[in-house]
Every structure is written in structure tokens, then in C-alpha cells.
């Protein structure tokens, strides 16, 4: 049996289980299996690795796409330059690190937008953040980042708040934090909702639900948004390639 999996916390939300499970019954890919490792530590990581000598490949989610790379033993060059990593290919014991969300994002972003892309705010500064960033930087599109501190190169939602001007000079909000995920859908980005216009558009890496509360705030004031699930998907095939090739 070749096995697959995804190491994150907590997992109840997941995509990755129910998507690989159908595409191994749809395509009728024989002796395959996807499982859930639900590790609240990255120390935690080896452990799973060594009971289940079985295991191929491995999918990796929100809180440990940067702390895992510190237990890979090789990198794909693209993770080393965004600085985090969701996808492991495990090869005779060797364990190789790569990063099919900024693969995900890149080619959803473009379908959706074409070539008019405009500058954008980047809501959060986790791992996934790190890949939007990469995949907008190679799109040469413009963009400032947004967390709840200050650090450089970052504003805080309460800068953002007291410069409302940014919400048009930036209209596209990408949301890369787990809020308004399932299930505590009421979860948003500390912004100032009444500040969105018709001229914003909103790219929720959330999935689940599938409009979330940031989403809907946008629609209703007229603008445009899109939830993750085509970025998952993309992401997803592409680690199968990896874990294939």
C-alpha cells in the first residue's frame, strides 16, 4: 500500500483527505491511501515519519509549513527563496521539500484576473502568506503586506485603519489567515468593512465555507471575490506530480 498524508493542527477542516480519497476512487488509482496526522507540535513530525515507513508523500498545513524545514534533509531551490514549505517527497529515507501553493495561487490568480492584476494587500504573514507574496512578486504586481504587529516592510491593521486611502491605492485584499474558516465563519480581518468599495476584490485562500464572511462583506459592497478551492486543487495535483515523478 503507498501512502500519503498531511501534518497540520487541527485537521477537522481538511480538504486534503476527502479530495485524494475521491481522485484515488475517480481515476482508479489502485494500493493508495491518504491519511490525517494531526500533530500540534512539529516535534512530533519524525515520530510519524518513522511509524509509518509506508508513507511517499506528505501534504503540509497551517501551523508547521516554515518549522518543518528544519526536519528535511534537501529542498526544492523555489522553498528556499519563499521560505516555507507544504509538500514533502519522502525517497528512501531522504525527505525533500517543496512548495505547490505558490504553484496553486499563481495559476488561479492569473485565470481569474488575466493580466490586470492589480496592487494588492496581503493579509497575514504566516507560511501560506509566503508563497502569495513569491507568486505576486514574479507577477510583478505590486502589494504590501498586513499583520497584527509592526515590523518592517509590514503595516498593522490599525495603520490600515487610520489610512483608509490604502483600501484604493491597494484594491485587491488576499487573505492568507484562517479566519472565517469553518467553524468559526464570523472570523474576519480586523478591517473597516464600511471602507470597501465596488473597485475592491477579495481572494480568500479560506475554502470552507465557500463564502466567507470577508467575501460576502466585499460582494455586498459591490465588488469581487473568490474563495481557495481552485488554488487547492492546483496545489494538489501538483503535489501528486511530485510525489509521482
Request: hydrophobic share 40%; with cysteine.
Amino acid at each position: 500500500m503507498r501512502k500519503f498524508g498531511l501534518i497540520g493542527y487541527p485537521l477537522g477542516h481538511s480538504f486534503s483527505k476527502k479530495y485524494f480519497t475521491a481522485k484515488f476512487e475517480r481515476e482508479k488509482i489502485a494500493d493508495c491511501q491518504f491519511d490525517l496526522y494531526e500533530i500540534p507540535q512539529i516535534g512530533d513530525f519524525p515520530k510519524v515519519v518513522q511509524q509509518n515507513p509506508e508513507l511517499e508523500g506528505m501534504a503540509v498545513t497551517i501551523p508547521h509549513k516554515e518549522q518543518v524545514m528544519a526536519y528535511l534533509d534537501e529542498l526544492d531551490p523555489a522553498c528556499q527563496a519563499i521560505g516555507a514549505v507544504n509538500c514533502i517527497q519522502i525517497r528512501k529515507g531522504k525527505k525533500k521539500g517543496f512548495n505547490t501553493d505558490y504553484i496553486g495561487f499563481k495559476h488561479s490568480l492569473q485565470a481569474w484576473l488575466g493580466d490586470q492584476i492589480p496592487s494588492a494587500l496581503v493579509l497575514g504573514t504566516g507560511g501560506a502568506s509566503k508563497a502569495v507574496k513569491k507568486a505576486l512578486e514574479d507577477l510583478g504586481v505590486n502589494f504590501l503586506s498586513v499583520s497584527r504587529s509592526e515590523s518592517q516592510g509590514v503595516v498593522t491593521y490599525e495603520q490600515l485603519q487610520l489610512q483608509p486611502q490604502l483600501l484604493s491605492d491597494f484594491p485587491l485584499l488576499i487573505n492568507t489567515t484562517p479566519l472565517g474558516t469553518f467553524p468559526k465563519v464570523e472570523g474576519i480581518p480586523d478591517l473597516q468593512l464600511d471602507q470597501l468599495t465596488a473597485s475592491n476584490l477579495v481572494y480568500d485562500l479560506v475554502y470552507n465555507p465557500p463564502v466567507t464572511r470577508l467575501m460576502k462583506e466585499c460582494l455586498d459592497s459591490g465588488g469581487k471575490a473568490k474563495n481557495g478551492q481552485d488554488m487547492l486543487e492546483l496545489q494538489a495535483e501538483a503535489a501528486w506530480k511530485i510525489w509521482n515523478s
